[in-house]
């Protein structure tokens, strides 16, 4: 434990050069850089056994830079670009410098990474997948100090759970043909909200509704760093209110309705209910709540409704499909994630002008038996093959 609190002590003062050498301002020299130079980039997951190994290559007059790297232990190769935004005015030496590095790996993960400068040849770095691990990075070393590195870290973190897969709908279809969740109206015109792992990669997506109509649905816009995507159908539709407060609290009730199993449970669209057990998700993520509602697959993309029958979050996993029991050596008891609505709302509003405010907000909270009677319509069985 000594060595692994040393470590990210280190990493936390050592890394990632992300000022000069990642934008690409100019050189201080009198001679103008046309040949990129590259530096060494070392990585790891903060509770997951593995290491990353790459570089940061400069390209000079570009504004950005070129990021590379493989992990040591399962071979996932990584890359991407690196962007700043926030450049203080008062800095002469690069620090304070700001940005970000959106990298994708071919496992189908993907890392968006935020950084800070802490000279012109050193900053620091974190980022976080999809499924919410976290990572730390070092950037600036010798090659020499980075050999000796990577080989103390591999060492501290080889005791940690193995780096858990990644869900993948692609194969999923692959093997059954078809794959299945939840989705829910978020305009009178047919737009619908679900997971983006629900639909990635899909051929064909049919949304069925309450009343089992079958309409065939068009991909609009994905996030899949937040796990949601925008889909339309022709259709006139009854939406549901999505949240727009941000005063989510511990114990509040909440449940949800959706499309779990159907191959085993039928059709019929079923209601779950819980609580908010943390404000938080994995490792701390701030764009998901915990919630205790039983999920199973097929409730991945349908809404997580407060006691006014408003959208505070889509639902999207649950903790035993992230750690595995050969993993961790414990089974899960209902710890389950969904995303905020606050991540819903960008890409609402980015495709369908003003229809947050089209929708009558909800005043009073309402008995659960009459949420689920007004949300029912609004809610839908996604099939995507």
């Not at 000069?20 to 070392?42: D, F, H, R, W």
């Not at 790891?44 to 570009?62: M, S, Y």
């Not at 973190?157 to 829910?184: A, D, H, M, Q």
Request: glycine share 10%; hydrophobic share 35%.
């Amino acid at each position: 434990m000594k060595i692994i609190r040393l470590i990210k002590f280190q990493i936390s003062l050592v890394i990632i050069s992300l000022c000069c050498n990642l934008i690409g301002c100019a050189p201080t020299s009198s001679v103008i850089q046309s040949t990129p130079i590259t530096y060494p980039v070392i990585g790891a997951f903060d509770n997951l056994n593995e290491v990353f190994k790459g570089t940061v290559r400069e390209e000079p007059g570009v504004g950005k830079n070129y990021v590379e790297m493989r992990g040591q232990v399962t071979g996932i190769k990584c890359s991407g670009y690196t962007y700043a935004t926030e450049a203080p005015a008062y800095s002469v030496d690069c620090k304070g410098w700001k940005g970000e590095a959106n990298l994708t790996c071919d496992d189908g993960r993907i890392i968006k990474c935020l950084w800070e400068a802490i000279s012109c040849g050193k900053g620091i770095a974190k980022g976080v997948d999809q499924n919410g691990n976290t990572l730390s990075f070092v950037y600036g070393m010798s090659d020499v100090e980075a050999s000796s590195f990577i080989k103390k870290l591999s060492i501290a973190v080889s005791t940690l759970p193995s780096v858990p897969p990644l869900y993948k709908p692609k194969e999923i279809r692959k093997e059954k043909g078809i794959n299945t969740g939840t989705g829910f109206f978020v305009s009178q015109d047919g737009y619908i909200i679900t997971n983006y792992h629900v639909v990635e990669g899909a051929n064909e997506i049919i949304a069925i509704t309450n009343d089992k109509k079958l309409l065939k649905a068009n991909f609009v816009k994905g996030d899949p760093f937040n796990d949601i995507a925008l889909l339309k159908v022709i259709t006139t539709s009854k939406p549901l209110r999505i949240s727009t407060d941000t005063s989510l609290g511990k114990g509040e009730e909440v449940l949800t309705l959706g499309y779990p199993l159907v191959a085993i449970q039928g059709q019929e669209q079923k209601a779950t209910f819980g609580r908010i057990n943390a404000l938080t998700g994995i490792q701390g993520d701030i764009r998901f709540v915990q919630i205790d509602v039983p999920i199973q697959p097929g409730n991945s993309g349908g809404p997580l409704l407060n006691k006014k029958g408003q959208v505070i979050g889509v639902v999207t996993m649950t903790l035993s499909e992230v750690y595995k029991l050969k993993e961790k050596g414990i089974i899960p008891q209902n710890v389950n994630y969904a995303v905020k609505s606050d991540y819903i709302i960008p890409l609402i509003r980015y495709s369908i002008e003003d229809t947050l405010k089209r929708v009558e907000i909800p005043k009073d909270r309402k008995e659960m038996k009459e949420i689920i009677e007004i949300c029912e319509p609004s809610v839908v069985l996604i099939a995507a093959r």
